[in-house]
């Protein structure tokens, strides 16, 4: 079956645009999180859906940083006049389940962000 | 609060052994495990959760000591795919964010 899916996978805006993320995730999994990657760096939790609610925001860097879920299925992560520090690669995964067992995170590609 | 990884970089000849080093300052509910190659995204290789219970690839070996916070990835007679770099991500025990915490990373580099 297909796997995480994200689109676009390379993103150049300019500092103060507003840039949308998609996410695919696999199909039957209710779990969806989302992660920032600095160059070089690990991997930063942002948000996390069960189903189309996201019970933990806490990750968010900014209001700049929103994010939904419709149809327990694709996310959008929306970041608000993007600034430079913005600049990263953004990683989506899914999985069977949260809450009180975890089962492995399956990642996406991932979208390369660039904010000139 | 992030994990710390240990050591942050490895060199190895084809056929040696590693292990990588997690460690939390606060109690652990699971250790997760997982390999990103250049360009690519992270691949799960294991879960180890509090109370003994693992599950992941067959060829990977890891511990968790729960009274300690700390989780030792074995590589062992590697193999040149084995090059990337390994992340812990760990989930702390008693709720809270239910992302993943991940540390910093291992760079594992396999020369032949």
């Known amino acids: 079956g297909a796997g995480v899916s994200q689109s676009p996978s390379n993103k150049v805006t300019e500092k103060g645009k507003d840039v949308e993320l998609r996410c695919d995730p696999i199909s039957g999994h209710t779990a969806l999180y989302w992660y920032r990657q600095r160059l070089g760096q690990g991997l930063e939790f942002l948000i996390y859906f069960q189903g189309n609610s996201a019970p933990d925001k806490s990750g968010l860097p900014s209001d700049r940083f929103s994010a939904e879920r419709t149809g327990e299925s694709v996310s959008t992560l929306t970041i608000q006049r993007t600034q430079q520090e913005d600049s990263a690669v953004y990683l989506c995964?899914?999985?069977?389940?949260?809450?009180?067992?975890?089962?492995?995170?399956?990642f996406g590609p991932g979208t390369r962000l660039t904010v000139l | 609060q992030q994990p710390v990884q240990s050591p942050q970089a490895v060199i190895l000849r084809e056929g040696e052994d590693a292990v990588i080093n997690c460690s939390s300052s606060?109690?652990?509910?699971?250790v997760h495990w997982y390999r990103q190659k250049h360009g690519e995204a992270p691949v799960f290789l294991m879960i180890l959760l509090k109370g003994g219970e693992q599950k992941g690839h067959e060829k990977i070996s890891a511990s968790f000591n729960e009274k300690k916070q700390q989780s030792s990835l074995y590589l062992t007679a590697s193999q040149l795919s084995y090059s990337g770099t390994y992340f812990c991500?760990?989930?702390?025990?008693?709720?809270?964010?239910?992302?993943?915490?991940f540390g910093k990373g291992t760079h594992l580099i396999i020369q032949p």
């Open positions: 606060k109690a652990l509910y699971s």
């Open positions: 995964a899914s999985s069977l389940q949260a809450g009180g067992r975890r089962n492995e995170q399956f």
């Open positions: 991500g760990t989930e702390i025990a008693g709720g809270g964010a239910d992302g993943l915490t």
